[in-house]
T-cell receptor, first 114, second 115 residues
Framework: AQSVAQPEDQVNVAEGNPLTVKCTYSVSGNPYLFWYVQYPNRGLQFLLKYITGDNLVKGSYGFEAEFNKSQTSFHLKKPSALVSDSALYFCAVSGPNYGQNFVFGPGTRLSVLP | GAVVSQHPSRVICKSGTSVKIECRSLDFQATTMFWYRQFPKQSLMLMATSNEGSKATYEQGVEKDKFLINHASLTLSTLTVTSAHPEDSSFYIC???????????FGPGTRLTVT
């Protein structure tokens, strides 16, 4: 069975500084990995995904994530954080039925301080 | 990206009544839709997989008689919370699977409060 861990409940970063939100996963076979962002009382917005190819994936709003197979990680990064990036971030993994049967991580709340 | 809507966005109902939540894929046909539940400050938990024209597949621990799912068309799935109780209060999110692109698109969610 697949699982996702986000070891940090909360990440605080100053505006303009780089940010990292961590994610590790466990899945049989090749993983399909995703990052989503959720603003208060809103649904999920897709940021980026890794299926195959380059380990560094670039996504929406300047976010990127690096797939590291040996460490089974898929950390989300942004070179320069904005206050508007403050939200709840979810990492998700999908198994062989790509696009279906998502398993979400517990979420990490990102606060970007002005 | 593809658009998925949910209606209503929030609903308050009395204990014992039933509430229907609609999930629509506005610009594509979705043979599969998913229903998730999110408790405050927690992650999304998959409740069921809704397949057009067939019975939904429920995750372990989800009562199928309490959470009725109907996927009568390729653009609409409904979740009916029957005989709602305060513990059913939650944020319900649907998603629609676009097979052509192998993508899952999420609705904006419905906040249900049972008093």
């Amino acid at each position: 069975a697949q699982s996702v861990a986000q070891p940090e409940d909360q990440v605080n970063v100053a505006e303009g500084n780089p940010l990292t939100v961590k994610c590790t996963y466990s899945v049989s076979g090749n993983p399909y990995l995703f990052w989503y962002v959720q603003y208060p009382n809103r649904g999920l917005q897709f940021l980026l995904k890794y299926i195959t190819g380059d380990n560094l994936v670039k996504g929406s709003y300047g976010f990127e994530a690096e797939f590291n197979k040996s460490q089974t990680s898929f950390h989300l990064k942004k070179p320069s954080a904005l206050v508007s990036d403050s939200a709840l971030y979810f990492c998700a993994v999908s198994g062989p039925n790509y696009g279906q049967n998502f398993v979400f991580g517990p979420g990490t709340r990102l606060s970007v301080l002005p | 990206g593809a658009v998925v809507s949910q209606h209503p966005s929030r609903v308050i109902c009395k204990s014992g009544t039933s509430v229907k939540i609609e999930c629509r894929s506005l610009d594509f046909q979705a043979t599969t839709m998913f229903w998730y539940r999110q408790f405050p400050k927690q992650s999304l938990m998959l409740m069921a997989t809704s397949n057009e024209g067939s019975k939904a597949t429920y995750e372990q621990g989800v009562e199928k008689d309490k959470f009725l799912i109907n996927h009568a068309s390729l653009t609409l799935s409904t979740l009916t919370v029957t005989s709602a109780h305060p513990e059913d209060s939650s944020f319900y999110i649907c998603s629609a699977y676009l097979r052509l692109l192998n993508e899952q698109y999420f609705g904006p969610g419905t906040r249900l409060t049972v008093t």
